[in-house]
């Protein structure tokens, strides 16, 4: 079983940037899409940003597309997630998951390990 490890959290005024990683285990990083989630307090968790196994694919959600950028360095085993331009509204828990398949998928049951995630506050 993978292990995903997220950092980068933080707390920021709005309009600023941050960067979250996600370190994966294993030696099979490549093999696997990746995505980002994030719940807010009282919300359910929602889809954030996909990105293919080789990083020449990538998918949004509405609400981040234009400010976040997802990318990957199989080298490192590692996924990112570039916010910038925040707002309030992102605050949240992010987390970092491997997905099952290589279709872009935008839902939680297409991904299949997660990671403990980490805190994101957006001060207006």
Known sequence: ?????????????AGG????????????????????FRQAPGKERE??????RN??????????????????DNAKNTVYLQMNLLKPEDTAVYHCARARGLIPATYEAA???WGQGTQVTVSS
């Open 17 to 36: 940037s941050l960067r979250l990683s996600c370190a994966a285990s294993g030696r099979t990083f490549s093999n696997y899409a990746m995505g980002w």
């Open 1 to 13: 079983q993978v292990q995903l490890v997220e950092s980068g959290g933080g707390l920021v005024q």
């Open 47 to 52: 889809f954030v940003a996909h990105i293919s």
């Open 111 to 113: 991904f299949d390990s």
């Open 55 to 72: 990083g020449d694919s990538e998918l949004y959600a509405d609400s981040v597309k234009g400010r976040f950028t997802i990318s990957r």
